[in-house]
């Protein structure tokens, strides 16, 4: 490569990189205002002549303390888990096995199931709230973890279904011929073949499912009212929210310690969960 090529190619990179910081720093914004808030101390959160983009009178891990200690956040951290895990299992098994049989499957009926999974994703969930309390009430585990792990799935099995079945499409029936030929079963192919090839697109599943029940607001906010039950979303603004007093270095704590969890998540797992998407996307 030419001196000349080196120098255009190095001030193309500088370019792009350029062009690409502002919409970075407008994303990473808020994280760092979080941050700053978590470590201000109460006098100079409520100074209004303070510098709100800066610690200036000294760090303070008070907030963490009170967040920890005098809350019941641990206990809104291990319900968020717990609901998150068994959520995932659910709707991404189910999604698996639904996909699985729209893309390979031939029974009647088969496009027009796949097109009612697709609707069925673009149902806002805001309209279903009210008729999944009721099914939740009469089930009798309202005010408790298990009404979000019986719901979620009615939202995530579509969606992951609609992406995995784009993903299916994309790998050669022939290797799963080839497996049941040499005796396995369809389920042993699907297994033992289908799944470790799919496998970026079973990890953006899983990825989707656990974002949104981990961030999921509106049906923890209703269904789940007791403060030992609660989420991290509902625990933090309800319990640190009281009237017109904000205790927002703990708030802004709680959000820091919340997302945490997601951001690693998405940091050892980036590179699935775009494969995923851009896989599952080349057929539908």
Not at 24 to 52: C, Q, R, W
Not at 54 to 59: D, H, K
Not at 112 to 126: H, S
Not at 173 to 183: K, L, N, P, S
């Amino acid at each position: 490569m030419s001196r000349g090529s080196r120098a255009r190619r190095r001030w193309t990179t500088v370019l792009v990189y350029a062009a690409v910081a502002p919409f970075v720093l407008f994303a990473l914004f808020p994280f760092y205002y979080m941050i700053v808030t978590s470590l201000k101390g109460d006098p100079e959160l409520y100074d209004l002549d303070a510098i709100p983009y800066w610690v200036s009178q000294g760090l303070t891990l008070q907030h963490y303390r009170f967040l920890l200690g005098d809350t019941l956040f641990l206990r809104w951290f291990w319900n968020t888990v717990f609901v998150s895990v068994l959520t995932v299992l659910v709707s991404v098994t189910f999604g698996i096995l639904a996909a699985y049989a729209v893309a390979r499957l031939r029974f009647r009926g088969v496009t027009t199931f796949g097109i009612g999974i697709f609707i069925t994703y673009l149902v806002p969930p805001a309209l279903l709230f009210i008729p999944l309390a009721i099914i939740v009430t009469r089930l009798g585990v309202a005010d408790t973890p298990w009404a979000l792990i019986l719901t979620y799935p009615t939202f995530l099995v579509p969606f992951n279904t609609w992406l995995l079945m784009g993903y299916f499409r994309t790998i050669p029936r022939e290797i799963e011929e080839c497996a049941m030929i040499d005796g396995c079963s369809r389920l042993q192919a699907l297994v033992r073949i289908v799944l470790p090839v799919a496998l970026p697109g079973i990890i953006c599943a899983i990825l989707f499912s656990f974002t949104f029940s981990w961030n999921e607001f509106l049906y923890a906010l209703v269904f789940v009212s007791s403060g030992d039950n609660k989420t991290i979303t509902v625990g933090v603004t309800s319990e640190l929210i009281r009237g017109d007093i904000y205790f927002w270095g703990s708030l802004m704590a709680g959000g820091i310690v919340g997302t945490l969890p997601i951001v690693l998540v998405y940091v050892f797992f980036l590179d699935y969960y775009v494969r995923g998407l851009t896989g599952g996307a080349v057929k539908g």
